[in-house]
């Protein structure tokens, strides 16, 4: 699950129990707009967002980069190959190349 959204669930569901309160059906819309109207209308299950929370968010957001980073990080040459040629940008093909990318 995402750093991010579980930050949210957190703070806007910390207090929501699925065994007391009934699920919601997202093809239910009066039900969803009932259930959406609770939560950040009414606040219904919220808690003010401490600073624990936010340090355990980035901490988790900190080793959730490093891992993505490392899982897919290769060097270009095991993308490419070994045997690929130098590539020469000269000063005046990096305004070319750049008005064909914009």
Excluded: I
Aim: hydrophobic fraction near 40%; aromatic fraction near 10%; glycine fraction near 2%.
């Amino acid at each position: 699950m995402h750093v991010c959204f579980q930050f949210c669930r957190k703070v806007w569901l910390n207090r929501y129990d699925s065994q007391l309160a009934p699920e919601f059906n997202v093809r239910d819309e009066l039900r969803m707009r009932e259930m959406m109207s609770q939560r950040y209308d009414k606040r219904r299950w919220y808690v003010e967002p401490t600073e624990a929370m936010f340090e355990e968010a980035r901490q988790q957001n900190l080793t959730s980069a490093v891992a993505r980073a490392s899982a897919t990080a290769k060097p270009l040459t095991l993308l490419v190959g070994g045997n690929v040629a130098p590539l020469n940008v000269q000063p005046d093909m990096v305004h070319e190349l750049f008005a064909l990318s914009v």
